[in-house]
């Protein structure tokens, strides 16, 4: 039996729970070669894992709106989808206990947060970030008070030179929180470089 979740706002969930499933999408100009990796990890510790792929997605793609747009809205269904497939197996997006987790790097990130700010019936247990694209003033604290999010974990790495980048190819909407981290400090969004 997995152990008592905690309700957003406290502590992170204590060692031993589970989530009942774990999202991923990867970024762009890969076929994502981890997400195997991470399957089988996942499958080891008995936790379902779904992932995203929305194929090679070109720099030039990525700097158009219209194919973020796209791309976003591709995710949507995607998430839409997996929790209609897992209504029945644990899975209900307003219980904060039975959440999906996602992992998503680079662009993935993007997709994650837009999608969080554009639709509010979006919810994670857990988002995990890799190579983040989003901005460093993301308001993380805001979906969490909506309660959208339960806790955020952003692994950053300051030699990573696409996310100091990207901010200038996409202006306001991508940053550099996947070299610099997030500006927001709380405790239910943690880092680490």
């Given at each position: 039996?997995?152990?008592?979740?905690?309700?957003?706002?406290?502590?992170?969930?204590?060692?031993?729970?589970?989530?009942?499933?774990?999202?991923?999408?990867?970024?762009?100009?890969?076929?994502?070669?981890?997400?195997?990796?991470?399957?089988?990890?996942?499958?080891?510790?008995?936790?379902?894992?779904?992932?995203?792929?929305?194929?090679?997605?070109?720099?030039?793609?990525?700097?158009l709106?219209?194919?973020r747009?796209?791309?976003?809205?591709?995710f949507?269904?995607?998430?839409?989808?997996?929790?209609?497939?897992?209504?029945?197996?644990?899975v209900?997006?307003?219980?904060?206990?039975?959440?999906?987790?996602?992992i998503?790097?680079?662009?993935?990130?993007?997709?994650?947060?837009?999608?969080?700010?554009?639709?509010?019936?979006?919810?994670?247990?857990?988002?995990?970030?890799?190579?983040?694209?989003?901005?460093?003033?993301?308001?993380w604290?805001?979906?969490?008070a909506?309660?959208?999010?339960?806790?955020v974990?952003n692994?950053?790495?300051?030699?990573?030179?696409?996310?100091?980048?990207?901010?200038?190819?996409?202006?306001?909407?991508?940053?550099p929180?996947?070299?610099?981290?997030?500006a927001?400090r709380?405790?239910?969004?943690?880092?680490?470089?």
């Amino acid at each position: 039996m997995a152990a008592a979740r905690p309700v957003p706002g406290d502590e992170p969930a204590p060692l031993g729970y589970k989530p009942p499933v774990v999202f991923a999408v990867h970024g762009i100009r890969t076929n994502a070669p981890w997400f195997d990796t991470l399957a089988g990890v996942l499958q080891q510790e008995g936790i379902a894992f779904e992932f995203h792929r929305y194929g090679f997605f070109r720099l030039w793609r990525m700097l158009l709106g219209p194919n973020r747009e796209k791309a976003l809205e591709n995710f949507v269904n995607f998430y839409e989808q997996q929790i209609a497939r897992y209504a029945g197996k644990g899975v209900d997006p307003d219980d904060p206990c039975m959440r999906p987790s996602i992992i998503a790097h680079s662009f993935g990130s993007y997709l994650v947060g837009h999608s969080l700010l554009k639709y509010d019936y979006l919810k994670f247990d857990k988002v995990i970030l890799c190579g983040s694209i989003l901005p460093r003033d993301f308001p993380w604290t805001r979906l969490v008070a909506r309660g959208q999010v339960d806790y955020v974990y952003n692994d950053f790495g300051g030699r990573d030179v696409w996310c100091g980048t990207v901010g200038f190819g996409i202006p306001g909407k991508t940053g550099p929180s996947g070299r610099d981290g997030f500006a927001t400090r709380s405790k239910m969004v943690q880092q680490h470089e």
